[in-house]
């Protein structure tokens, strides 16, 4: 099946820093999701990201997608306290059905030090 | 107004005993899915129903019996249950790609 690797497993941050987590794959991709689940939470879906090269931005925010569709990468600037939680990416597993197997990446928990 | 709710939201038993978990969805979604996420945050799928019909069927224990009634509810019962099942198991439903996620039902077995 699927793998993706997703670094790094942890980060800490003082708030106010930026933070980035990298998702990587040994197949070209037809689409890549982004998740985001607070302590005690559940995940939330992000963005979906379909095209070669894309970068989209949410307020702090950005996404992007490699030019082989083979790694993503989200980004946050000026970290706040709120961002705290684990941030996990997400690859389908037949092609991008729409009710395709979806393989998680191991997520990166980010902690916020204000 | 809960797009995806699951029930109970926590769950302890003891170990052999027989439990199940209940997901429903008011988004008019097609497909419903189970995930297991276990204490180091790694979220697989275990199950995935298409209109009632199982589509995705993982590596899981035939201890693990989902079941669909109509393409809104979708359950879980867990026979004998052992150690290893103490996890977190999420519901979710998707109408295209991007899933939707109920609260989560922390399964602890003592």
């Known amino acids: 099946g699927q793998q993706v690797m997703q670094i790094p497993q942890y980060q800490h941050v003082q708030e106010g820093e930026d933070f980035t987590t990298y998702c990587n794959s040994s197949?070209?991709?037809?689409?890549i999701q982004w998740y985001k689940q607070r302590p005690g939470g559940h995940p939330v879906f992000l963005i979906q990201?379909?095209?070669?090269?894309e970068v989209k931005k949410q307020k702090r925010l950005t996404f992007q997608f490699g030019e082989a569709k083979k790694n993503s990468s989200l980004h946050i600037t000026a970290t706040q306290t709120t961002d705290v939680g684990t941030y996990f990416c997400?690859?389908?597993?037949?092609?991008?059905?729409?009710?395709?197997?979806?393989?998680f990446g191991q997520g990166t928990i980010l902690t916020v030090h204000p | 107004d809960t797009a995806v709710s699951q029930t109970p939201k926590y769950l302890v038993t003891q170990m052999g005993n027989d439990k199940s978990i209940k997901c429903e969805q008011n988004?008019?979604?097609?497909?419903m899915y189970w995930y297991k996420q276990d204490s180091k945050k790694f979220l697989k799928i275990m199950f995935s129903?298409?209109?009632?019909?199982?589509?995705i069927n993982e590596t899981v224990p035939n201890r693990f019996s989902p079941k669909s009634p109509d393409k809104a509810h979708l359950n879980l019962h867990i026979n004998s249950l052992e150690l290893g099942d103490s996890a977190v198991y999420f519901c979710?439903?998707?109408?295209?790609?991007?899933?939707?996620f109920g609260n989560g039902t922390r399964l602890t077995v003592t």
């Open positions: 129903y298409n209109n009632k019909e199982l589509i």
């Open positions: 997400a690859v389908p597993d037949d092609g991008g059905t729409s009710y395709g197997k979806l393989t």
């Open positions: 197949t070209t991709l037809s689409n």
């Open positions: 988004l008019g979604h097609d497909t």
């Open positions: 990201l379909v095209k070669s090269g």
């Open positions: 979710a439903s998707s109408l295209d790609t991007a899933l939707h």
